[in-house]
């Protein structure tokens, strides 16, 4: 009971403080148009059962898999990298495509996009402000997750302070995913277009970071001719390394200013491809 | 308030507006009128600042479209065409959005969403979920929205497409009434709403404006405008065609029934002589002793025009 209340009060009471006062802040700082679409599209999100069916299949997965594929209980370690946190991205490959699919392409389908775009804003705000709504189904998920670290920490003694670096890591690393979403939204009409697609896209980041990868990168060199320089710009803007950099709990600068600019570049996309679009 | 010169739109090789000018004043109301595919809607999507142009410039209460895009589009009013709705939320919450959206003040958005539900009929509807509406509904949701931030132009595409005689008449109403303190654009295909509601009506086909005046001016340039309508007994039909091509007023006689006691024909007036053209026909009925059961002036009608200038290729 005790450790209980002192998780609470040290780590998880904390933990969602500051990140929602970010987000706060975040839309704080943000013109009201974009806290307005916000406000709208997370409304929209916990009104219809996407957000719910993302969360409920997300938690059972991940806890499952944690348990009986990750072997939390038979590694006798108190940690959650190699249990938990290794194989979340590999959700997100899916779940986070599912909960981006509608964010342009529903736009598109029932035609308000005319109305939001002829609306006195930005495209920007309308772009920022919809993602950050998906951004938020994807935190209350992590959020919700929460009862694993409540068995790790009664079960051992684990570095609380890694397992953030690996929520964290693995928040930013959807929110990759989803701004991928947002981009491949854009281009179709078509909810299961864009899932499939985005899927297909965020598997090729994140494989293109997986060690073997790197080594076929390093070990051709060159060769392949029209191949290799494919294989090596896939492996650059593979997420894993920078994932796993920071999960271990290495919060390193370079990392974090990958995820952030892979954002907003995909962010940008998003509001070129609206804008040649309609050109 | 709308100043629209040398617009054109390409898409690809496809050129869908091709060099259009106009312009609208405040309490002008303006028709456009066109077959389907004729660029009206593009049009109304470049004005509203949806599509970009190819070529030209657009202009909203002085703010260009593109150069000052927030400060002209926040002048603008605009219902799409099929009247587009977040189908997830009430149709208090999506005016509510709009209204804010629309930089409507915090303490005036109760007051405008009330205001847009009592102009558009909507109370009865004002909590049910949008994708429960039905077709009238949704399309005066849509058009609430574009009155909520009482606008200075208003630019409504088929504003009463699927809706029923009485909700036609009311929309058309309101129009006309809002159009006294606006500047309006709105489009249709349906004839009698131009003479209903505008002040001035354009006729567009294949990008290109090929009429435009006010209703009255429109209808006297259709080819029957200024004929008269004729039904009268009391001579065999050709022997009536006779004397009424006799008359210096008269250009032509288009036989529409003929008996052996009579006759039903329009008669179209020389040029310029269309004012003196039912008098001269009445005289004659009086001297040959006719008896007239029906004389009136056509006024031309709209449609009429509209089949005529507009008639299209059926292969594009």
């Given at each position: 009971m005790e450790a209980t209340v002192a998780l609470l009060l040290n780590f998880a009471i904390p933990a969602v403080i500051v990140t929602a006062i970010f987000i706060a802040l975040l839309l704080f700082a943000l013109p009201r148009e974009v806290r307005t679409i916000f406000k709208r599209e997370v409304k929209s999100y916990f009104n219809s059962p996407i957000a719910y069916v993302c969360v409920v299949i997300f938690l059972l997965i991940s806890n499952g898999i944690t348990f009986w594929f990750g072997g939390l209980l038979e590694s006798g370690e108190a940690s959650l990298y190699v249990s938990y946190f290794q194989y979340l991205p590999w959700y997100f490959v899916v779940v986070a495509p599912a909960v981006g699919m509608r964010l342009w392409s529903e736009e598109q389908r029932l035609g308000t996009m005319e109305l939001m775009l002829t609306?006195?804003?930005?495209?920007w705000h309308a772009i920022v402000g919809k993602y950050l709504a998906a951004g938020v189904v994807i935190f209350a998920m992590l959020v919700l997750s929460f009862p694993i670290v409540w068995v790790i920490n009664y079960l051992g003694n684990p570095d609380n302070g890694v397992i953030m670096a690996g929520f964290v890591a693995t928040f930013l690393t959807a929110l990759c995913f989803l701004a991928v979403t947002s981009v491949v939204s854009a281009f179709t009409r078509s909810q299961i277009v864009a899932l499939l697609i985005s899927i297909g896209i965020c598997l090729l980041l994140w494989l293109g970071g997986l060690q073997p990868v790197s080594q076929a990168v390093t070990s051709l060199k060159g060769g392949w001719l029209v191949f290799w320089p494919v294989l090596k710009f896939i492996n650059g803007i593979g997420i894993l390394p920078h994932f796993s950099e920071l999960a271990k709990g290495v919060l390193g600068f370079r990392d974090i200013i990958f995820f952030l600019t892979f954002i907003a570049f995909c962010l940008f996309s998003t509001a070129v491809v609206l804008r040649v679009k309609r050109a | 308030m709308i100043e629209v010169k040398n617009l054109s739109k390409h898409f690809g090789e496809k050129v869908a507006v091709d060099n259009i000018s106009f312009t609208v004043e405040k309490g002008e109301v303006l028709g456009f009128l066109g077959?389907?595919?004729?660029?009206k809607s593009t049009t109304m999507r470049m004005v509203t600042g949806y599509l970009p142009c190819s070529a030209g410039e657009i202009t909203v209460g002085g703010a260009d479209i593109l150069d000052e895009e927030i400060a002209a589009k926040s002048k603008i009013g605009y219902l799409p065409e099929n009247a587009p709705l977040y189908s997830d939320m009430t149709v208090e919450d999506f005016l509510r959005f709009c209204a804010e959206m629309r930089r409507v003040p915090a303490d005036q958005i109760d007051a405008a969403v009330d205001k847009a539900i009592d102009t558009c009929f909507l109370q009865r509807v004002r909590q049910q979920s949008v994708d429960t509406l039905s077709k009238g509904f949704r399309h005066r949701t849509c058009l609430a929205q574009s009155i909520i931030h009482d606008p200075e132009v208003l630019i409504l595409d088929e504003p009463t497409d699927g809706l029923d005689p009485n909700q036609k008449h009311e929309v058309r109403n309101l129009i006309k009434r809002m159009g006294e303190t606006k500047a309006i654009i709105f489009s249709t295909h349906i004839l009698e709403e131009v003479e209903a509601s505008c002040s001035r009506a354009i006729i567009i086909d294949r990008g290109r404006i090929i009429a435009d005046g006010t209703p009255d001016q429109l209808k006297a340039k259709a080819r029957n405008a200024g004929a008269v309508f004729l039904r009268a007994t009391g001579l065999a039909s050709s022997g009536i065609r006779q004397e009424l091509e006799?008359?210096?007023?008269?250009?032509?006689v288009n036989v529409l029934e003929s008996s052996e006691n009579g006759i039903t024909a329009r008669v179209l007036p020389n040029k310029g002589k269309d004012k003196q053209l039912p008098e001269a026909i009445f005289q004659l009925a009086v001297s040959k002793g006719l008896k007239v059961h029906e004389l009136r002036v056509e006024e031309g009608r709209l449609d009429e025009l509209f089949r005529e200038i507009t008639r299209t290729d059926t292969e594009d």
């Open positions: 609306m006195p804003i930005a495209p | 077959p389907n595919g004729a660029g006799k008359l210096a007023e008269v250009q032509g």
